[in-house]
């Protein structure tokens, strides 16, 4: 506050000055070069619009600074979902201030010079119809009235040091505008006006897509056709050279036929052709237009060998794409977006060194997150790379062989051998799933709601040798966040987690009683992940709860250990779901325990758990106690009354016999 002049360390924020012209200036010059060299994105739009907030808040103090405060705002509003709808029609207006009064300007000041050339007025008589001015602009609002606008001096003034657009650049961005908020009427008459062909067919190939008997998008494509040929082709039956310069400009593109226009290509082709020959390939889809476009460029045309490659993958023909997407990019190697679609290519083709590295440039060449730098691309980045390291795996494994067969050769003989094939990637295995996991990490953190990228972090975390258990805990609790259900539960993680961070560690606090883990440790992480998080989602996964029973074993919570126990043997024989011991109750109409074998042996070894923590800590559980035994052959009693018409004489069978034998007193 020392360096704030007196004057203004008892400004209101909400109370400010008016600005100077040449402070508006500033602030809109300012707020022009960050929406020039800044990434499009919300961060800049934020960045940009409170300094033309801050111009329009003011007086206005000139018709030129004024408007282009209006237009800088326009802009940031027409990429919001909310005030879209504001942004264009302010654009309009400002548009219509500048053409439209120019225009009419133009046409008053021609009339008043052939007036005064001529000496004596004429009056004429003509009974014709007058015919309408062609490509004449509108005002799309009620004409303004002459208090509110500015004369040519004032309008003037700063044109050089605001650096405005000129008129046919803000009518083609108006045009784009409509154009984003599907109001392809409007923006087709000013694309006909500027004489921008190419938009044109888009727009009335658009406007196809709401085709119909009698409605406006009728024959759009049609159109759209003629309009390219006429641009692009000589008339039907013409034979003499014909050039753009011979094309006539004032047809009324309505009355165009695609059938006029089937003769040999003009010469030269017009600065434009190989766009408008894209577009006349993505219309008919024909690939000889792409190839037509790529060949007039002089191989320079991206977009040809990209709508190319587009066309081989609807025809499944995976190289072809993929050699013209190397074409497309070795004119322009800063598109994210052939990079990506290119790795997309390769890691179909299973050629993984290749998309891995069409995927990392992707990454690289990316200016924002929806430029290339997504979850998709990252994910992507990860499987390319994780298919390196089974390809690397592989080679070692048969490398392995090869020594194992020939054990009279020396390992390091092999050293010297000439690879019969190129490896898939330089690097060791371990290195490459790091790079992969790390991928599907950054990807996640991108896409925080997709749980299969969390699941892929799940399955990396889980085969690097120490397991990464706090990505593992990570990506478990956000998959269980997005899923909600113990279906989303990988007991086999869950049994790693546990036997390597927690079983096989020691207590440190030596006594009696339940065991606290130390915060921060591992060991106190996927204890919470199992009590706070998979147990509440248990409700038929006996595997589950044999799980929280170790765990509690672990712990030295016993009580709760027999809890887990006992819920583990109900939900296993079915009485978690309502008590279902029946065949009926079989989910889906798969069959029970009581048919189905593989269930029987899960419902025998849930009962033998169940005797076995009883029998070794009942005791030490006061609301048990010497009760143990009884419920510990009540529980088999159970199973064993149900499974006898079905099961009696089996293995399992006489296992529970076992069991009871050895708990009569």
Request: with cysteine; aromatic share 6%.
């Amino acid at each position: 506050m020392r360096d704030v002049p007196d004057e203004l360390k008892e400004l209101e924020v909400d109370d400010q000055p008016q600005l100077a012209a040449l402070d508006q200036i500033i602030l809109l010059t300012e707020a022009t070069l960050k929406d020039a060299f800044s990434p499009t994105d919300t961060l800049t739009s934020e960045e940009i619009l409170p300094f033309a907030v801050r111009v329009i808040s003011d007086k206005s103090t000139n018709w030129q600074i004024y408007t282009q405060a209006l237009l800088v705002r326009s802009r940031i509003e027409v990429h919001r979902s909310r005030t879209v709808e504001r942004g264009v029609l302010q654009m309009q207006a400002v548009v219509d201030q500048v053409v439209v009064e120019t225009t009419a300007g133009e046409e008053s000041a021609t009339t008043e010079t052939k007036e005064a050339e001529s000496d004596i007025p004429v009056i004429r008589v003509n009974d014709e119809e007058v015919k309408p001015v062609m490509n004449k602009p509108t005002s799309f609002f009620p004409a303004v009235k002459p208090t509110d606008t500015a004369p040519a001096q004032v309008r003037l003034q700063y044109i050089h040091t605001l650096s405005s657009p000129p008129r046919w650049h803000l009518e083609s961005e108006l045009a784009y505008s409509w154009a984003s908020v599907g109001s392809l009427v409007s923006a087709l008459e000013i694309f006909k006006r500027l004489r921008l062909w190419a938009e044109v067919a888009l727009c009335l190939a658009s406007a196809a897509q709401n085709e119909d008997e009698d409605g406006r998008g009728s024959g759009g494509e049609e159109k759209a056709k003629a309009v390219l040929r006429w641009r692009l082709f000589r008339r039907t039956g013409t034979e003499a050279a014909q050039g753009p310069e011979d094309v006539d400009e004032d047809v009324n593109i309505d009355d165009l036929k695609e059938a006029d226009y089937k003769g040999p290509e003009l010469s030269p082709a017009p600065p434009s052709a190989p766009r408008m020959f894209c577009i006349l390939g993505d219309i008919e889809n024909d690939p000889a237009y792409y190839e037509r476009a790529w060949e007039i460029s002089s191989n320079r045309f991206f977009r040809a060998q990209k709508s190319l490659g587009e066309w081989y993958l609807q025809q499944k023909n995976l190289e072809r794409a993929k050699e013209a997407y190397e074409k497309a990019i070795a004119v322009n190697r800063m598109s994210s977006e052939l990079w990506n679609r290119l790795g997309d290519i390769s890691l179909r083709l299973g050629q993984f060194s290749d998309a891995s590295d069409a995927f990392g440039r992707a990454i690289a060449s990316a200016d924002n997150i929806v430029g290339g730098e997504d979850a998709r691309t990252w994910s992507n980045l990860g499987s390319a790379l994780y298919s390196l390291y089974l390809e690397r795996v592989k080679e070692l494994k048969l490398k392995q062989e090869r020594v194992e067969a020939e054990p009279s050769k020396e390992a390091s003989d092999y050293l010297d051998d000439e690879p019969t094939e190129k490896p898939a990637k330089e690097g060791d295995p371990a290195t490459l799933l790091s790079q992969a996991l790390a991928a599907y990490k950054r990807g996640a953190s991108i896409s925080h709601d997709n749980w299969r990228i969390w699941d892929n972090v799940v399955t990396l975390g889980s085969r690097l040798r120490p397991p990464a258990v706090s990505d593992i805990l990570l990506a478990l609790r956000n998959i269980i966040r997005i899923r909600n259900t113990e279906d989303a539960l990988d007991v086999n993680i869950l049994r790693l987690l546990l036997n390597e961070s927690v079983i096989s560690q020691q207590k440190t606090d030596g006594g009696s009683g339940v065991y606290e883990p130390p915060r921060g440790t591992a060991e106190r992480a996927v204890c919470d992940l199992i009590e706070t998080l998979i147990v509440p989602l248990i409700t038929v996964r006996s595997e589950l709860w044999e799980l929280a029973t170790r765990e509690r074993v672990w712990r030295r919570d016993y009580a709760g250990a027999i809890d887990a126990a006992e819920r583990a043997w109900r939900a296993a024989i079915g009485a978690a779901a309502g008590g279902g011991l029946f065949p009926s109750s079989g989910k889906n109409g798969d069959k029970s325990w009581l048919e189905d074998k593989g269930k029987w042996k899960m419902v025998v070894g849930r009962t033998d758990e169940l005797v076995s923590i009883l029998e070794n800590y009942g005791e030490d559980v006061p609301e048990i106690g010497a009760k143990w035994r009884g419920k510990a052959r009540s529980a088999v009693r159970s199973v064993m009354g149900k499974a006898k018409e079905n099961w009696e004489g089996s293995e399992e069978w006489e296992a529970l016999q076992t069991l009871l034998e050895g708990l009569k007193l």
